[in-house]
């Protein structure tokens, strides 16, 4: 029985794979999920129902023609799997979802969602890939179809695969919002087209269809186009990419003479056909070539599957005015947009037809004033645009990025003058779902630059930089970094994407994956250290509830850690390419330039069992989840072993010393858990010595143990340190970068190291972004968590910090954290989303103390106090009091207890 309007909770945010009203889906048993919002604290969900139906009239009359679930007994509100009637290729499927409260009450349907399948099976592709007959070194290409509608479309997709990049255009204007569509694969194992749903655009009459192609990854243009179309009339039409003398498709270089990921584009507006994406464009008969089109030839595919692009696209994401701009030359103009990013420079200019102006973009300057792009190596970075005269023009490239703070602007011939110039910020537009703030400026500097550099770098895949000629995803660098990502931005769709790029590297033979992922750079194997693997499934199930994430690559998973016990010797393993990488230059084995990044005091073959130690426990978590107790076992006994071996080879008896000492080998192996307890006192002893006493309070790590060190640090009561490492200026330290005006996180501790490594806009170090939230704000998840359903609250006050706080938008609502400290007094709210629960921990003082909440007392006279909606329990324990609490909003406040009160 439906509930009136007076009902406490609502059921929102649904979504099917993570998205909001998907089309072009290809699984097929798809992740449902929705959010509760109730106005009670201490609330969850007991039951939920699931109806789904075939048209929208159905599901208002609540007739699940598809999938009724009834009443099911469950707290699950995301990664449900769908499990109606099955769908075909371009079907849609309705939905709602009602729940059930923790009092047992009935809540009202929800709005309704949709998801829509695309082109399932290889046969429902018709025609096939179509592009230039040969080479046409580096120039874009257009292709384009007329075709006419007898009546009105009632519904139209367009499925397009366009490689390397396309640019869908109809009838004049370009569909949708995306930009350097699509996203980068494996393009013999799988090519990703893209659906639009076009149908508003589509009336009675004549059309034409456009598509402007560049190079991209893949670099040889190319494209299959499926435009389905479904008119009042009940009748269908379909276009499709084929090879056909008068009616087929037509292909013309465009104005875009030369485009590469690397070197920049150019733009010759001359050469622009204006109208040629349009039903009236007048073409000239014969073949065209009068006109400059020719027909469109047959040709072969990448030989990947097409598969859908569920990830979100590409888009530009923002625009930034030059905060200044310098004249270093005559017909140079320098402008500074004050933030390193990635995108392109959108420019107005006014000139003479013929005239030809560059723009030029690096991260710093040299002395002089102008761009310094010596860091580049390769990539040219220089996008080009000649004037076609006669007014203002707009320019901004199609087929390129760039990374860069400083764009040069030159009058390079004839005369033209710069009316305007913005940077566009563009990404992957992933939602940015974290925020932290806290009393020290230089801290909250920190976050932004952290915020900007995993920004920067999410282009279809984690890349390592946005500028030089790189730009790869490399496993070693994700490993640090992730978690950082999944605490600043919704990574739902993002990860589960590049995860099939890393299986995609794998060796079907010996398990053996790559360093980088789609595989263009680095070893296969990869280097040991490659856990992101592993971690990434299991932080999509903790924080999204993503559990088919884990299932499809928990095979892989196994099969590479099978690779690293094969060929580890006694438990060992010795390989080791980059292990804890990018320490500070001192701390390097110096190669011939004496710029090297590979720890000489944390060896590779600690680092490598490490990890191998780290994947086996990591496997035996995953077992547990996906109810495997046989190899749960197994792999915690393998883990057991691993963990002996690590001792034996790498503990020094007399000294008690992981490798001779030093910072990374402790810190890891503290933080993996593979030190004996009973020497666990000592060896963190001998890690705070040695970064205070022989490093001064500076770190000598690289990007894998200086994130477990600072967790290791906070962890084990030696918060103060690790602050102080993180709020250190002088080198080697974030705050010696900021110190040196930079706005994103660098490759290397050092100002400058060459041009080999010195990359400006680099993740690996910003895993530091996640010890923010975590630890320094108090946001975590419980160990057993799904989709963030437990959480741990526990906040770790160091330094002066007066306040902290963080917010996140996770799938059960926001969770947020804002604590304060003042006049011996330390007050924290909380807000935990309905269906959400878990711990929050809560700082005291040493002596007697109190708890109190808005809502009565919690901690009075040595004991707990019952009576707090939402609270359920309080202990205290190593310095902290630990509540049991509910969803809700709670405003709680320590406060020691003076003499008087004591001995009342």
């Avoid at 014969?286 to 400059?292: K, L």
């Avoid at 500074?336 to 990635?342: L, R, S």
Wanted: aromatic share 12%; charged share 25%.
């Amino acid at each position: 029985m439906e509930q009136d309007s007076g009902c406490p909770f609502e059921t929102v945010s649904l979504t099917c794979e993570y998205a909001v009203n998907p089309i072009g889906i290809e699984e097929k048993h798809p992740q449902l999920g929705w959010a509760m919002t109730h106005k009670e604290r201490g609330q969850r969900q007991t039951a939920y129902r699931i109806v789904a139906a075939s048209s929208t009239g159905l599901l208002e009359a609540d007739r699940g023609d598809l999938w009724d679930t009834g009443k099911i007994e469950s707290a699950l509100s995301c990664g449900i799997a769908y499990g109606g009637k099955a769908l075909g290729s371009g079907e849609a499927c309705y939905w709602k979802v009602k729940v059930w409260d923790a009092d047992g009450r009935e809540g009202l349907f929800s709005h309704m969602a949709s998801f829509e399948m695309g082109l399932l099976e290889p046969g429902d592709w018709k025609g096939g890939w179509i592009g230039p007959a040969g080479g046409w070194n580096g120039a874009s290409v257009l292709l384009r179809k007329a075709f006419r509608l007898e009546n009105r479309a009632v519904k139209a997709r367009a499925y397009v695969a366009g490689i390397g990049y396309f640019e869908l255009r109809l009838d004049g204007s370009k569909v949708g919002d995306h930009v350097l569509d699509p996203g980068p694969t494996d393009y013999g194992k799988r090519v990703f087209y893209v659906a639009f749903d076009v149908t508003d655009r589509l009336y009675a009459g004549d059309h034409a269809i456009g598509l402007i192609l560049g190079n991209g990854w893949y670099g040889a243009p190319k494209a299959r186009i499926q435009l389905n179309i479904e008119l009042e009339d009940g009748s269908r039409e379909q276009i499709t990419t084929a090879w056909d003398w008068d009616k087929g498709w037509h292909i013309a270089q465009g104005p875009i003479v030369s485009n590469s990921i690397y070197g920049g584009e150019t733009y010759d507006a001359r050469l622009e056909k204006e109208g040629w994406d349009t039903a009236d464009y007048d073409m000239a008969r014969y073949n065209h070539r009068a006109n400059g089109w020719i027909t469109a030839s047959a040709t072969d595919g990448p030989g990947g599957a097409l598969v859908p692009q569920t990830m979100e696209p590409i888009r530009v994401m923002g625009e930034l005015e030059p905060a200044l701009s310098r004249l270093p030359g005559d017909k140079v103009q320098v402008y500074d947009f004050g933030q390193n990013m990635a995108g392109w420079a959108k420019l107005t200019v006014l000139g003479e037809r013929g005239a030809i102006v560059k723009m030029r973009y690096a991260e710093t300057l040299h002395d002089d004033g102008f761009v310094d792009q010596d860091n580049l190596r390769l990539a040219e970075a220089t996008d080009t645009y000649i004037l076609r005269g006669g007014g203002a023009e707009v320019y901004a490239p199609r087929f390129t990025y760039h990374g860069f703070r400083y764009v040069q602007v030159e009058i390079a011939a004839g005369q033209a003058q710069v009316e305007g110039i913005v940077a566009q910020i563009v990404r992957s537009s992933v939602f940015a779902a974290g925020d932290f703030a806290c009393s020290d400026e230089l801290v909250n500097r920190l976050h932004r630059n952290v915020w900007w550099t995993e920004a920067s770098n999410l282009h279809g895949m984690p890349t390592d930089c946005p500028q030089r000629d790189e730009r790869m995803a490399w496993l070693n660098d994700a490993t640090a970094r992730a978690e950082e990502a999944f605490y600043n931005f919704d990574m739902s769709r993002f990860y589960p994407k590049w995860l099939d790029d890393i299986a995609d590297t794998q060796d079907e033979r010996t398990g053996a994956i790559a360093d980088t992922a789609p595989y263009r750079w680095g070893f296969r194997p990869a280097d040991p250290v490659a856990s992101c693997y592993l971690t990434i499934p299991l932080m999509l199930y903790g924080h999204y509830g993503n559990k088919n994430a884990l299932r499809r690559h928990y095979e892989g998973m196994k099969a590479w850690n099978r690779y690293l016990e094969e060929e580890a010797e006694d438990f060992i393993v010795r390989r080791s390419y980059y292990g804890d990488w990018a320490s500070p230059v001192v701390d390097c084995e110096p190669n011939g330039e004496g710029d090297g990044a590979v720890s000489q005091h944390t060896p590779g073959a600690l680092v490598s069992t490490a990890h191998f130690y780290w994947n086996a426990t990591l496997l035996a978590r995953a077992a547990d989840i996906l109810e495997r107790p046989d190899e749960a076992s197994r792999f915690a006994a393998l883990a057991d072993s691993v963990k002996q071996a690590f001792n034996a080879a790498f503990l020094e008896e007399q000294t008690g010393r992981y490798a001779g000492g030093g910072q990374g080998p402790a810190s890891i192996a503290l933080r993996f858990g593979l030190v004996p307890e009973e020497r666990a006192a000592a060896v963190l002893a001998d890690l705070v010595v040695d970064i205070a006493d022989r490093y001064d309070y500076h770190l000598s790590t690289g990007n894998q143990c200086t994130k477990h060190m600072l967790e290791t640090l906070a962890e084990r009561g030696q918060i103060e340190t690790a602050y102080r490492l993180v709020t250190q200026t002088t080198y080697p330290s974030w705050g010696f970068m900021i110190q040196n005006g930079a706005t994103t996180v660098w490759e290397r501790w050092e100002l400058d190291i060459g041009n080999t490594m010195n990359s400006r806009n680099h993740p690996m170090h910003a895993h530091v972004g996640s010890w923010l939230y975590k630890y320094v704000a108090g946001i975590g998840l419980a160990q057993d968590a799904q989709g963030f359903d437990r959480v741990r609250i526990k906040p770790y006050p160091a330094g002066d910090l007066a306040f902290a706080g963080a917010s996140m938008h996770t799938v059960k609502g926001v969770v947020a954290v804002r604590w304060q400290r003042e006049e011996g007094t330390f007050t924290m709210r909380v807000e935990l989303p309905a269906n959400a629960g878990g711990t929050v921990c809560l700082p005291v003082p040493e002596g007697e103390w109190e708890i109190r909440e808005e809502r009565g007392p919690i901690w009075q006279a040595g004991r707990y106090v019952e009576g707090t909606a939402g609270v359920y329990g309080c202990a205290p324990k190593d310095g902290y009091a630990e509540l049991a609490v509910g969803s809700g909003s709670y405003v709680f406040m320590v406060r020691k207890m003076n003499a008087r009160e004591r001995s009342s």
